[in-house]
């Protein structure tokens, strides 16, 4: 009997002991327990937004401020060049009389230092003679002022420093021309425009000659336009063009290689339209098509006189290449008609006479030097500024 009471408390105590294990296995968790602990996760990157940026990008979670997009820089647009008041073209040689004495000054001194000396045989009248050739003179007129002045120092006798000189500068002065019409036809006529024709080899200076003869002109108180004529020569157009931008000119342009003729037409239609003083047209100053540079001048002259009349050919040389410059002119002669002509860098050499053999070879006066590179230093051509400048003080 005990021993079964015993098998019954040990069967009781096992279901006891099983009861209370279900009890923990199975009881509520506590609500103030701390929560499991979770292994941590990686960092999400918030994608871009899509459709255009509002500003504002809203999710579930958070709202995050998106910045503006960036204005680009706009770029900003140079300042327009400011337009010069170029001084009047009255009395620059006299202004630029020294720069011009300084290259003179070896062949009047030369000439004074000859004819001053007391005794003057063949060989001084040589002397003379070779000076005045060398200086671009040219031998016909050199001769014909030799022979003059060997006949009044004979008649003089003896003489002074200052005799010496008055007679140089009556002969030079007579060779010059000093009495030859240097006007240049700038005025307008009516309701048209007066037209100047600039031609000449390239390299002369004959692009810069037209702008510095605009910005006299508009000194002068002119309203001008300029016609970039020379279109085989790109540069030759954004030259000019600067040189207008600069001195308030419009210039009458068109794609390189365009028909001179067309470009001057154009030119002077406008300046009629505009009723502008004067229009100045440049040209082409090389061979560049089969019917020849002297052919193509003809017919822009043709042409620009179905409006309006040629008032000026302005031929340009540059006084440094003396007796190349001659021939030069004598071709443009033949193919227009020259009414003028410009001497570029004449305060470069010492060749001055180059005035007075060009003006008898042509029959035609220098109207114009360029003694300088400024754009204010072309000045009208005065003979007795020249010699004076020629001969000293």
Known sequence: MDGYLGIIMIVVL????????MFLLFRPRDRHAPPPVRPPEAPTIPEPPQGPATGVLEDDSATTTVPPPVKPVEPIAPPAPAIEIPPPSAGRMVRLRARLARSQSSLGKGLLELLS???????VWDEIEDTLITADVGVSPTRSMVDELRTK????????HD???????EQLLVL??????????????????????????????????????????????????????DTFRAAAADQLQTWGERVGAEVVRKDEGADPASVAFD??????????????????????TKTGLMDELGKVKRVIEKKATVDEVLLVLDATTGQNGMRQ????????????????????????????????????????VGLGEGPDDLAPFDPEVFIDALLGD
């Not at 004959?206 to 510095?212: D, L, P, R």
């Not at 406008?270 to 082409?284: C, E, F, L, M, N």
């Not at 004449?346 to 005035?355: E, N, Y």
């Open 14 to 21: 096992v279901a006891i002991l099983a009861a209370g294990g």
């Open 117 to 123: 000396r007391d005794r003057l045989d063949d060989d």
């Open 153 to 160: 120092v004979k008649v003089l006798g003896s003489r002074s």
């Open 163 to 169: 005799e010496a000189r008055g007679l140089l500068r």
């Open 176 to 229: 010059i021309g000093a009495d030859m019409d240097r006007t240049l036809h700038t005025a307008p006529h009516g309701e048209r425009p007066a037209v100047v024709l600039i031609v000449g080899v390239n390299g002369t200076g004959k692009t810069t000659t037209t702008g510095k003869l605009a910005r006299a002109l508009i000194g002068d108180g002119r309203k001008v336009l300029l016609g970039a004529a």
């Open 267 to 288: 030119a002077v239609s406008k300046g009629i339209d505009d009723k502008v003083d004067t229009v100045i047209v440049d040209t082409a100053g090389r061979l560049h």
């Open 329 to 368: 002119a004598q071709v443009f002669a033949e193919a227009v008609n020259i009414t003028g002509i410009v001497l570029t860098k004449l305060d470069g050499t010492a060749k001055g006479g180059i005035v007075i053999s060009v003006q008898r070879e042509l029959g035609v006066p220098v109207k114009l």
